[in-house]
T-cell receptor
Framework: KNEVEQSPQNLTAQEGEFITINCSYS?????LHWLQQHPGGGIVSLFM???GKKKHGRLIATINIQEKHSSLHITASHPRDSAVYICAVIAGTASKLTFGTGTRLQVTL | ETGVTQTPRHLVMGMTNKKSLKCEQH?????MYWYKQSAKKPLELMFVYSLEERVENNSVPSRFSPECPNSSHLFLHLHTLQPEDSALYLC???????????????FGPGTRLTVL
C-alpha cells in the first residue's frame, strides 16, 4: 500500500463542472504539494500547504492534518484543465517528496 | 532561456549503449533532483544534489551514474540499461533541499527513454 493514495484514479467531467480530487496519506507530514502534469510530461507545482486552505484562480486546495487528507478542487472546469494531478507529501523532517500515483482528469466540451 | 531544461527530450538506446541525460536550471537554485516516472507508478526519487554534493541516493542501480559539475547542471549517465528502465526521467530543482517541505520544486519537461 502506498503511503500516499489518491482518488479517483481517472475522472471525466464536462466543461463547467466542479471537480474534486482527493489525497490521503498515512504518515505524519510537514507539507503537502499538489502538482499538475500535462501530456508530454512537464510538471508544474500548484500548491504547497501545511494547514488550512489555499486558492489560486479556479483552483482551491485544502488540508485536514488530523484526518490526514487533502482535496484539490477545480471550479468551472475547462478542457485546458485536462492533466494528471499528483499529490506529494514530505514526511516529518525528511527532505524528499513521496508521491501518489496521480489522478488523470479529462474535461470535455 | 528560463526555468529547467532537459536534453534530449526523447532517447532510444540499446542495452549495450552508453548515453547521458542533461539537465540545466537557470533559476539560481542550490538543489537538483533526478526522478524516474514509470507507467502507472508514482514518481520515484533517484538522486538529490545540494550545492553539487550528492546527498541522497535512493538505492538506484549502478548502471545509473549521476554527475553534478556545478549548481546549474546535472547529468545522468546511462550504461548497460535494461528494458525495464524505459521511463520518463525528470529533473527538478529547488532553492534548497526540501527539508520540512517549505520549498517548491521546479521540474523540467523530462526525457522519454526507451531501452530496446
Amino acid at each position: 500500500k502506498n503511503e500516499v493514495e489518491q482518488s479517483p484514479q481517472n475522472l471525466t467531467a464536462q466543461e463547467g463542472e466542479f471537480i474534486t480530487i482527493n489525497c490521503s496519506y498515512s504518515v505524519g507530514i510537514s507539507a503537502l504539494h499538489w502538482l499538475q502534469q500535462h501530456p508530454g510530461g512537464g510538471i508544474v507545482s500548484l500548491f504547497m500547504l501545511s494547514s488550512g486552505k489555499k486558492k489560486h484562480g479556479r483552483l482551491i486546495a485544502t488540508i485536514n492534518i488530523q484526518e490526514k487528507h487533502s482535496s484539490l478542487h477545480i471550479t468551472a472546469s475547462h478542457p485546458r484543465d485536462s492533466a494528471v494531478y499528483i499529490c506529494a507529501v514530505i514526511a516529518g523532517t525528511a527532505s524528499k517528496l513521496t508521491f501518489g500515483t496521480g489522478t488523470r482528469l479529462q474535461v470535455t466540451l | 532561456e528560463t526555468g529547467v531544461t532537459q536534453t534530449p527530450r526523447h532517447l532510444v538506446m540499446g542495452m549495450t549503449n552508453k548515453k547521458s541525460l542533461k539537465c540545466e536550471q537557470h533559476l539560481g537554485h542550490n538543489a537538483m533532483y533526478w526522478y524516474k516516472q514509470s507507467a502507472k507508478k508514482p514518481l520515484e526519487l533517484m538522486f538529490v544534489y545540494s550545492l553539487e554534493e550528492r546527498v541522497e541516493n535512493n538505492s538506484v542501480p549502478s548502471r545509473f551514474s549521476p554527475e553534478c559539475p556545478n549548481s546549474s547542471h546535472l547529468f545522468l549517465h546511462l550504461h548497460t540499461l535494461q528494458p525495464e528502465d524505459s521511463a520518463l526521467y525528470l529533473c527538478a530543482s529547488s532553492q534548497d533541499r526540501l527539508a520540512g517541505g517549505r520549498d517548491t520544486q521546479y521540474f523540467g519537461p523530462g526525457t522519454r527513454l526507451t531501452v530496446l
